[in-house]
Every structure is written in C-alpha cells, then in structure tokens.
C-alpha cells in the first residue's frame, strides 16, 4: 500500500510539473507580445508628441483681434479689452526704451514716473524682460572685459509666457505686464492693482514707438479704491551721430556716470562722465553762428490747457534760451508752438515721445517741473516735457501756519534732516505741536504731497525742482505789497506774468541738461539789483538760481519785480554744451577755454548738494539776493515789517473775517526767519570756488568769510532777532489774529489752535538763528579756521563767538527793572527774552554735556563750561543785588540750578 501510494504521488508530480511547464512555455510568446506593444506605444506617443506644436496656431489665439501696426506690432481684443504684442525676431537682444508718466488721478496729472533701458530675451518658452546693466562699461578688447562681464550682470525685470509665435516671432500677452502693477505704484496709492478691472484707453502704434494707457484701479481692501491711467511710450533708440560730452565741475549738468575698468592705472579717476544735452547740429557748421539743423531743433508746444492770458509769459520764458544759444554759435535752437482745441496740433498727445510739452495741471498745490529723457548710453537728451500747476498763478495759497514750524524737508535739506534724525534734541521744536499729536493736528491735511514725494524720489534720484513752492510764498509776498500800494487783494497779471515767464525759463533750463545753480544770485549788489529796471538786463548770474522778486519800499510800482533774461552763467553752461567745435579746433581745447570763462567773470556754479542750512557757503542760498545776506535780511524785514504796520487798512475789506490778517502775519513772521537764517549762515562760513588750476582770474578753493563780517553778522542777529525790541508786536494787532474756522478736507482756512501761539511763533525764528551759531557744525568751522589763517591774521575764535551771543542773549543781567507798562509792574526780563535765554541755555548745556572730541571739539566744550560757569556768576550776582519782579528772580534761580546741575554732570565718567 505504502509503495503503490509513493508510486502514484510520483505520477501525480510529475504530471503537475509537465503542466506547469507546459503553461510557461504558452504563456512565453504571450509575455514578448506584450512588451512589443509597449514600446510600439511609448513611440507612438513620443511621435504624437514631438508632432504636437509648442504654441497654439496664430490665427487661433488672434481671432477677434484687430492689427496696430507699429514698433512692436499689436494686436487689440475689443471685446476682452485684453493687448498682444509681437516682438519681432530681429529685436531680440536690442536695446530700446522704455518710459512712463502719470497722465491723470492722484492729482499728479503729468508727473513722469522715470524710463529705462530694457531688452527682450527668450528662453524656455517665455519672453524675460532684461534691464541691461550700465554703470559699468563693458571695455571691449581689455584684459579686464571678461572679469567685468561676470562681475556685473543684467537685472531681470520680469518674464511672461510665449502665447503664440507669428511666423518666427513671439507673441506675448500685454496684459500680464501693464495691466499689474510693473512699476510698484501700489506702495504709494496704498493698495493693489487689480487687473480684473484696470483696462486699456490709449492703443497708438508708429514706426519707432508705441504710445499705451492703461487706467490702473489701486484697490484698498474694504475702503474701495483708486484711478490712475499710467501712460507708457515704449521706443526705438535714435540711430545718430551724436557724439557724447564730457562733465566739468564748473558748470552744472546732468549727467550719467559710469565705471571704466580699462582706464589706465595712472588716471586720475576711473569714472567716464557725460552731460545731458540734445543733439543740436549748425546748418552750416563753418559759419561761427548758423541756424540749428532742421532735424534737431527742439520744438515746444504749449499745451491747448495752459490759460489764455499768460501763454505768451511762457511762450517768452522759453524762448529766452534763443539768446544764449545764438551766443552759443546756434540761431533759432528753440521753436513754440501753440495747441488749440482747432489747429493742426489739436491731436497731438503731450505723452508721446515725439512731442515736448508745456503743460497746465491742478494738483492744488504750487508745482512746476522740467524733467527730461536721456539716452543712458551716450546722455543724449530724447524728449521733455514741463508741467506747471495752476497755484502758480494765484498769490492767497500758502498755509504759512504749516511752514512756520517744520523747517525743510528731508528733500529740501537732506543734510539737515539727517542730523536732526541722529540728534533730535537739536531739532528746533513747537511747544503747541508738542501738546497736539502731529497726527491730528493735520487731520484735515490730504495725502498729496507726501505721496507726490515719494514718486518723485523714487523715479527722479538726481533731485527735485523746490522753485514753485518757493515762489508761492514769493508771489503771496508780492500780493501783499501790490495790495498794501493799491488797496486791493487781488493778483496783478503783469507781476504775475513775470512769475510764469522766469519759472517757465528755469524749468525749460532742466529740461536742456542744466542743473541748479544756488549762488548765481550773488553776482550782483542789492543796490544793483533795485535800481535796474530793464527786463532786457539780467540782475542775477543764472535764471537756475531759486531767484526772488525785489520791491520798492516805499510801495512803489516797479516795471521788473525779477531777472527776465538769462545771466552771464546761463550763457556760458549753455556754450559748455551746445557749442560746436570749428573745423581746426579740438572739441577738449573748446571746452577747456569755456568751462575758465566762470572764474575769468568772477562767476561761481553751486547745486543742490552744496546748498543747505548746515552746507559752509552762505552764498549758496534757495531765494535769496544779491552780494551781502545781511543787507538782503535788513531790506526784506524793513519790507515786512512796514506791511504789517498797517495791514488793518489794506488786509482786510468790509466784510471779510479777520483770518486774512493771521495768514498775513504767518507769512511775514515766516519771511523774517528765511532771511534770518541766511544772514546767520556767515558765522563760520566758508566760501567754496570750484576754480581750476591756471584758471583765468583762479581763486583759492576755500575763501573764509572774513572776521569783521562774522562780527558784523553777530551784531545784527544780536540787534534784530535776539535784541529786547527784536519782536515787539502792537497788542491790538494781535487780537485781531482770528482762527480761520473752515474746517474740512485739506483747507486753506482752517486753523487747529485758535489761540494764536505768539510766544510759539517768535521762540521759533529765534530758535532758528541760535542754533546756526551753537550748532556742533559751526563751532567746528570756527574752531578749525584758527589752522587757516596767516600768523597775525584777524579771525573770530570760539570764545569770542560764545561770549558774544551769551552777553547779547542776557543783557538785563545788568540792567535794573524801573519800567512800567499798562499798569502792571514790566518784568526785568520779558517773557520773549526768557524764552530765548532758555533756549540758549540748553544749547551750552548739551555742549557740556557732550563727550569731549566726539560731538564738539574739546576746547569747545570747555569754552562752554567756562561760559556757563562765568553765567552763574553773573546771574548769582544779580539775584544778590535783589529787587526782581518774581517772573525774572523764578527765571534766574532756575536758569542758575540748571546750570549747576549741567556742570556737575558734564564731569561725569
């Protein structure tokens, strides 16, 4: 059994084993057909693929499109509102430019928001927009070109997908690029761009540019949102023979720097600079003065917007740099044009490229800028365009309660700004601004001129243009005095004319290449300035100087308020870069004679960075006049100081609120500190020539003001701003300083403090002036000045300068109190004079307390201890002799623990 049993299981395995045997060699060939099909299927696919096209066809993407020929051609979806754009092949990899303006809302209609040097390049499907990089040459054929190469590389500004190709080209959607935010506006209009609802208004196509629109919406979460069309000129670069011109330090362009690495070792500098100039070319160019080539003149148009009544004041503003230019070997450079709503410019838009526009805007706000396109490569100017708004031309819209107080901007002064940031114990400060939170005092104040700012210095590094804001105080100045003379408040259109006509100049100046030129109005003596009234004859060296108007005292009419032509330097910038070479001469030899003409005229060049309240030459000044400061501040505080005395008569009119008699009294109390702060600048000051070596008539680098004109400075500030009668107002007219109560959004007549804060008021200009004379910057110059000067020398030292302002500032230390006044006892020491000595007092405080070397020179501080010390004395003494009314004894036992404490802790360790 057991042996029949093993039998039979053998049998039955090897059966199982032939079947299985027999299924594998079945199933074999099924397994090798299917792996056969597998790679049939994977090629097939693969073939599918590679068949498949990378791009939808053409015709199928632009179905319901319509064709704008141009640079780069386009294509418009009516319908969709949604923009192709094709960049031909041959555009690849080549530069063009790329600009953008505001062209409505936010109250900036016109403001230039910068241009750029782009190009397209493609990778991967997608179109990169490149920023090539520029501040480096390239030194092509250099040992140094490859290192340069990797060193410094393009920026990539963004990429957006290829949607579809026209024959060899790409087309991308124009969407995905100006309908987002590609300039970072958002940060300033306080929101995103929402594309969904921002759409195309303006679709221009020509042979070299392209002229977009698009009406932006700025969405601000649940509080809504914000228009603003940002108009776009995208262009070709001009194909010319242009030939770039080197910058001089005497004569102030615009320019664009740039790195040379293959410079030689042994140059001085390895930067290459050129001016910002158009491409002017004579007719004739072997004739010493020829037309300009009709190709390149430059062509401005007024734009159909500017008011009727004063196109003619900017039709001549522009038309004045036709006599420097003829000077200049150049007839006819500048031609006007006007629009109207009728003539054959109607049509033209002042946003496209091809046009240079004078434009009229209404930001509410006193504003004119003259900004101008120049080729980054070469400094080739392209195109520009001036806006000037309409405040320019009424003389009521300064709020002076506003600019009493803040002093300049971080853009007006950025020196002074930054000092007041790391030291803000020195920042002249407002009692009542300190008891109201700044915040909701300007509760009422919009947003425009912060945000206006910031786009400005965010699109313009190279600076901003201040003259209108400036020429608003100046034309509400020259209201009041053509009022003060006829009886009436009301805008005179010749003073007025002659405003628009020199602003309208200094802008065009900008848009030429030329640059701020702040001591060009000290060319010139007051005397001079006052007795010429020839508008033909210019009274100050440059119409790029922040230049002020002159009146009569005696309230005379005046046929010239301000320069209507264009000055000596004006005639010699524009030389500097227009003036073609004669056929033997080199362009370097011409350039050489014309940059030594400033010093051979006695002439100076000094921009925005050598200006400020801290910056040592006190003749490089924003709306100022003539040689002498302090001759400038005694004429303009005579000036004020007769139309306050009798501003009730002419001020105001029957029926009018008294508010008009407070902003009066705001802007002259606000001219008073200017001028005050000009004529302080001499303390310490330090003229700077930019003279060259071998110049005709060179002049030493540095020129310190000299010793008797620092004292003679000294004793007006010690007359007329710290003196006891220095502001003596008439009790009545200060009654009658009313509020204004017109209390809504950004209001021209609405006063927060309806108490008028004259304490406040006058400790402010004072303030002003004490600072000038005891800030660290000053005390260095001063100190400094004893290693300049020849042995036997006059020079005014340390010691002199702080007893000097000491015994001035506390004078009544050595007088008695015998007055009377309104029946009340007059204190020893006015409530004014208090103030100031405390001010002064803190000053000398924060000396002592400095770390000697660090803040201020150590002598200084030991100079101010003693003065403090020597101060204690003194005020010992006079509570000693006793008979003090209880403001002045509270005043002096103050003062004199205060000063104790200071000594004390200025010793510690």
């Known amino acids: 059994m057991i042996a029949k049993s093993k039998a039979s299981w053998i049998r039955q395995g090897w059966s199982t084993l032939l079947l299985i045997l027999l299924a594998v060699l ?3 060939p099924t397994v090798s057909f299917a792996d056969d099909d597998a790679k049939d299927a994977k090629e097939a696919k693969k073939k599918k693929k590679e068949d498949k096209p990378d791009f939808k066809p053409f015709e199928e993407v632009t179905e319901g499109y319509e064709l704008i020929e141009g640079f780069f051609p386009l294509y418009y979806n009516k319908k969709t509102d949604d923009m192709l754009a094709v960049i031909p092949s041959a555009m690849v990899g080549k530069d063009f430019l790329m600009a953008q303006s505001m062209t409505s809302g936010g109250g900036m209609t016109g403001f230039p928001l910068g241009h750029r040097l782009v190009r397209w390049e493609e990778f991967n499907k997608k179109m990169i927009l490149v920023q090539p990089e520029l501040r480096h040459l390239k030194a092509k054929g250099s040992d140094v070109q490859d290192v340069i190469d990797r060193t410094y590389t393009d920026s990539v500004l963004l990429s957006t997908p290829i949607v579809t190709k026209r024959g060899g080209d790409a087309v991308i959607d124009l969407d995905s690029i100006l309908k987002q935010d590609f300039l970072g506006l958002g940060r300033y209009f306080g929101g995103n761009m929402d594309s969904s609802i921002s ?23 649940g509080s809504g949102g914000t228009k603003s069309v ?40 390895i930067f290459k600079r050129n001016i910002h100039r158009w491409h002017l070319r004579k007719s004739d160019p072997k004739q010493a003065v020829s037309d300009v080539h009709p190709d390149d003149q430059i062509v401005f148009y007024i734009e159909k917007t500017v008011p009727v009544k004063y196109r003619r004041y900017i039709r001549e503003g522009i038309e004045m740099w036709n006599v420097a230019f003829e000077k200049a070997g150049i007839r006819n450079a500048i031609q006007v044009r006007q629009q109207t709503d009728t003539n054959e410019f109607a049509n033209i838009d002042p946003e496209d490229v091809n046009y240079n526009f004078f434009r009229w805007i209404v930001s ?82 919009d947003d425009w001129e912060p945000r206006a700012m910031k786009i400005l210095e965010a699109f313009h590094p190279d600076g901003l243009c201040a003259y209108a804001t400036g020429a608003m105080h100046e034309m509400a100045l020259g209201g009041a005095v053509l009022a003060a003379s006829t009886g009436e408040l009301a805008s005179r259109d010749d003073y007025v004319g002659q405003w628009i006509k020199l602003v309208a100049c200094h802008e065009v100046g900008h848009t030429l290449g030329l640059r701020h030129n702040f001591k060009a109005s000290s060319w010139k003596s007051l005397e001079e300035i006052l007795a010429n009234n020839d508008p033909n004859v210019p009274t100050t060296a440059s119409v790029m100087d922040y230049n002020p108007a002159v009146y009569n005292l005696d309230g005379s009419k005046r046929s010239l308020y301000m320069s209507q032509a264009v000055g000596p330097y004006d005639e010699i910038a524009i030389a500097y870069g227009y003036s073609v070479p004669a056929p033997d001469q080199k362009e370097d030899a011409m350039l050489a004679e014309i940059a030594g003409r400033v010093s051979a005229q006695g002439l100076d060049f000094a921009t925005d960075e050598d200006a400020g309240f801290l910056a040592p030459d006190p003749l490089v000044n924003t709306y100022d006049n003539g040689q002498d400061p302090i001759a400038w501040a005694n004429y303009r505080m005579d000036l004020v100081d007769g139309l306050r005395g009798k501003m009730t008569s002419w001020g105001i009119k029957d029926g009018e609120d008294y508010n008009q008699l407070r902003q009066l009294f705001d802007m002259f109390l606000f001219e008073s500190s200017r001028v005050i702060r000009f004529a302080a600048r001499q303390v310490g000051g330090q003229y700077l020539h ?52 017109w ?54 030292d340390v010691p002199e300068l702080v ?10 230390l050595d007088q008695d109190a015998t007055a009377q006044m309104n029946g009340h006892s007059a204190p020893l020491i006015s409530s004014v004079r208090r103030t100031l000595q405390r001010n002064q007092l803190m000053m000398l405080e924060r000396t002592v307390m400095s770390d000697p070397g660090f803040f201020f020179p150590a002598d200084a501080v030991a100079v101010a201890r003693m003065a403090l010390s020597n101060l204690h004395d003194r005020i010992e003494k006079r509570l000693e002799a006793g008979g003090l009314d209880d403001f002045s004894e509270a005043h002096l036992v103050d003062s004199k623990t205060r000063i104790e404490r200071a000594l004390e802790a200025g010793y510690e360790l």
């Not at 759409?199 to 979460?221: P, Q, T, Y």
């Not at 194909?239 to 720097?257: I, L, Q, S, W």
């Not at 710290?722 to 109560?741: H, I, M, Q, T, V």
């Not at 008021?761 to 400094?784: C, N």
């Open 199 to 221: 759409k195309w208004v303006k679709r221009k196509g020509f042979k070299d540019n392209l002229e977009l629109a698009v009406e932006a919406v700025f969405m601000s979460g």
């Open 26 to 28: 079945i199933a074999t």
């Open 803 to 812: 007893n000097s302002v000491t015994d001035a500032v506390w004078a009544e």
């Open 230 to 269: 940002i108009h776009y000129s995208i262009s070709r670069l001009p194909e010319t023979d242009y030939k770039p011109r080197d910058a001089d330090d005497r004569v102030g362009y615009f320019m664009t720097a740039r790195k040379n690495w293959a410079a030689d070792h042994d140059d001085r500098t």
């Open 690 to 741: 930019r003279d060259h070596k071998g110049d005709p008539n060179a002049r030493q680098p540095v020129e310190l003001v000299d010793a008797k004109t620092q004292r003679d400075t000294l004793k007006f500030l010690n007359d007329r701003v710290f003196g006891p009668n220095a502001f003596s107002f008439d009790p009545e007219l200060l009654l009658k300083l009313a509020p204004g109560r």
């Open 364 to 445: 509410g706000r006193a504003f004119a800028m003259g900004p101008s396109r120049a080729n980054p490569l070469t400094g080739q100017i392209l195109d520009a365009d001036i806006i000037m708004d309409d405040s320019m031309a009424r003389t009521w819209s300064a709020r002076y309660d506003r600019m009493l107080g803040q002093g300049p901007t971080a853009a007006e002064d950025p020196k002074l700004n930054a000092f007041w940031d790391a030291h803000p114990e020195w920042r002249p400060t407002s009692a009542m601004a300190n008891l109201i939170p700044e915040s909701v005092n300007n509760h009422n104040v």
């Open 743 to 796: 209390n809504h959004w950004d209001s021209d007549s609405y006063d927060y403090y309806q108490e008028y804060p004259i304490h406040d008021k006058i400790s402010g200009v004072q303030e002003w002036a004490l600072f000038h004379v005891m800030s660290p910057m000053t005390i260095r110059r001063i100190y400094d000045a004893s290693m300049k000067v020849e042995p036997g020398e006059d020079f005014l």
